[in-house]
């Protein structure tokens, strides 16, 4: 089994730019497999962890409501965003400036063959950062990604997840708001959940501005214990 994994962090990518990249990582994992597996050979497949921040775009995931999009691609125009259908699960999500977005393509062959944890452990990744900013964050029952005073009225989600997997090989995966403008939630429904308000690091820190840069250090610290991994940095590729 191969533990390590190769980080890029993509800096500002355009979206599409950065699915096809995902893409073609994912492909590359899958070929091997099935390589290895028709030929009876154990060539160790690789494992990649994707940091990028987006523009302005909203993604629909294969079984979302194209209804939780509250407006026409005029208006998403003007507020300069885009608009893709993609394959993930999950339902709609807003990506842009001031998010700390994460793609790990990992051949869970390598970890655990456990989507279900696979998601545990991506949740406790941001849990864990998050408490060291001294925020409670907690899952919500039946529902993907992190969020805080869970169970009260002022419930708010402050990560969300999304992510496909096949034969064991994952991508998409985690958008965190740091220094999110949240006004571009007001223009969906988010994960298709109705009467639950969207948060960011800095806004519940009452500061201006978090330092992007110290949230992936601690996401990468976090996620390198819980998946007893091996980063290996690289440069952008793409």
Known sequence: MNKKVRVQDLGHRDYKETWDY???????I???????????TEVDTPNHFLFVEHPHVYTLGKSGDIGNLLVDE???KAKGATFYKINRGG???????????????????NFFTDIHKYLRFLEEMV????????????RSEGETG???DVGTPFARKICAMGVRASRWVTMHGFALNVNADLGYFDLMI?????????????VELGKKEVDIEEVKAKLLKHFTALFEAELVSSESIV
Do not use: M
């Not at 899958?30 to 009876?40: F, I, T, Y």
């Not at 339902?91 to 062959?109: E, M, N, R, S």
């Open 22 to 28: 995902q893409e073609a990582l994912f492909k590359d």
């Open 30 to 40: 899958v070929d091997l497999k099935v390589k290895n597996r028709r030929e009876g």
């Open 74 to 76: 005029q208006v998403l």
């Open 91 to 109: 339902d709609i999500t807003y990506h842009g400036p001031g998010q700390v977005v994460g793609y790990p393509i990992l051949d869970l062959d």
């Open 127 to 138: 849990i864990l950062t998050l408490a060291e900013y001294g925020l409670r964050a907690e």
């Open 146 to 148: 992190v969020w805080l």
């Open 190 to 202: 988010p994960c298709g959940i109705k009467d639950k308000a969207v948060t960011s690091l800095n």
